[in-house]
């Protein structure tokens, strides 16, 4: 029998995981929507600890379903009233996982480029850029004061990139960069300055990183001189700036070649 009442337990719980940062901390889950995306947890490898979906959907979506049916732990119906309780979106395609978070981790392990992510708060930004760094093979993403990767919105822009890629969270950018060096890496920050290199004269090194700062303050003086070296985009054009994901795929594009 499916589940009619928005109010049951389980529906519940896996709202508050849609709306709170703090319970999505708090049990270490959160929940995907569309079967797309929770198709696509459940092959990168991520834990679905639960798996609603309505009848409809097990129509709709037969490919996505075939393998994530049987990879969830539990597997509930729900009705479209219920479905809409749990959606982000509109027009909900009635399928949800949830799911068990990863292991918080980077590869520190390999020569290659980091990014960094020090207090950017758009979520479409973000998720943009982690797909920027899923397509030039990121060694791995560092988290600090920025906002939750898990939130519906971050998951949504990010379009399943979130669960293949090496994620670190980091309670201060001072962690964060003290990792970098442990490892070996060239830090190379993005700003606008006196001190700054344009980007086409800088060569990366095998194992560097590149920090993106925030929307509007940009990368806080701290870090700045936490980092090894002050980059920057050259505009020919009358553009003033380039906003944040925009910035972040090209530097991002051309420490990946190696400058």
């Not at 995907?32 to 995306?37: I, K, Q, Y």
């Not at 075939?66 to 009233?81: G, H, K, S």
Request: charged content about 25%; proline content about 6%.
């Amino acid at each position: 029998m499916p589940i009619t009442s928005r109010e049951n337990p389980m529906i519940k719980e896996a709202a508050a995981l849609l709306k709170s940062k703090r319970a999505r901390e708090e049990n270490g889950l959160f929940l995907a929507e569309g079967a797309r995306l929770c198709a696509e947890a459940s092959r990168s490898g991520i834990a679905v600890r639960r798996l609603f979906l309505t009848e409809e959907a097990k129509e709709k979506y037969p490919d996505y379903l075939r393998d994530l049916i049987p990879a969830a732990a539990d597997v509930q119906e729900i009705t479209p009233p219920v479905a809409e309780k749990l959606s982000d979106t509109k027009t909900p395609q009635g399928v949800f996982a949830v799911c068990e978070f990863p292991e918080n981790r980077a590869d520190f392990d390999r020569d290659g480029l980091f990014v960094v992510l020090d207090g950017l708060q758009d979520p479409g930004n973000i998720g943009t850029i982690l797909r920027t760094c899923d397509a030039m093979d990121v060694r791995g993403v560092l988290l600090c004061g920025s906002a939750d990767i898990w939130s519906p919105k971050v998951l949504r822009a990010s379009m399943g990139c979130l669960f293949r890629l090496p994620v670190a969270v980091f309670a201060d950018a001072a962690e964060a960069f003290s990792a970098l060096h442990r490892y070996g890496c060239t830090v190379f920050a993005s700003t606008l300055s006196a001190n700054s290199v344009p980007l086409n004269q800088v060569h990366f090194p095998k194992r560097s990183a590149v920090v993106i700062g925030n929307e509007g303050s940009g990368i806080p003086e701290e870090d700045l001189a936490r980092s090894d070296a002050l980059v920057t985009i050259p505009m020919p054009g009358r553009a003033e700036s380039l906003n944040a994901a925009s910035a972040a795929a090209i530097l991002i594009y051309s420490a990946a070649a190696g400058g």
